[in-house]
């Protein structure tokens, strides 16, 4: 399972401007510059997470983006929802169902219960954890993530 770069690189910039505290903000030059990636590149995600509510932009001399809410607020299952959406959804069988119209399986899938589990086990984490969580975040050693992930 993994996690897209739009949703990765959204929230890390979310977090920069979380960083800069209350009324705190941060231009795209800024963010581009924090997070090594390029201008276009966060403003499109500064676009999605604007139209999802979660920074306001301010133009001129002082201008940059903002967070609506405060960091305690935001819940990171929503934004990674606006980001790229939910791993299952409604239609996830429509769209994996090879050179059919309809899966061969969907009557009887194995998997689909699966997925469903799985989907509520991210819900479950990333529905409570809040932006606030990205600010001080536990270290984790390369280590443990590398035996993590084999």
């Known amino acids: 399972m993994k996690f897209s770069s739009q949703e990765e690189y959204g929230l890390r910039c979310l977090a920069a401007i979380a960083r800069r505290g209350v009324g705190g903000s941060m231009t795209i030059p800024e963010l581009a510059q924090s997070e090594g990636l390029s201008q276009p590149h ?3 995600l500064m676009s999605v997470l604007r139209s999802a509510g979660f920074v306001s932009s301010t133009r001129g001399q002082v201008g940059g983006y903002s ?3 405060k960091p305690t607020e935001i ?3 929503d934004v ?3 980001l790229g959406g939910r791993l299952y959804t409604e239609g996830f069988c429509e769209r994996h169902s090879g050179v059919l119209d309809r899966c061969i399986h969907e009557s009887d899938c194995n998997l689909r219960s699966m997925w ?3 989907q509520e086990a991210v819900d479950g984490v990333v529905g409570q ?3 606030q969580a990205l600010l001080d975040p536990p ?3 390369r280590e ?3 035996k993590a992930t084999r």
């Open 67 to 69: 967070l609506n809410r």
């Open 144 to 146: 443990s993530l590398a």
């Open 116 to 118: 469903g589990r799985v």
């Open 42 to 44: 966060v403003g499109k």
């Open 129 to 131: 954890m809040t932006l």
């Open 139 to 141: 270290t984790i050693s």
């Open 80 to 82: 990674l929802a606006a």
């Open 75 to 77: 819940a990171l299952g």
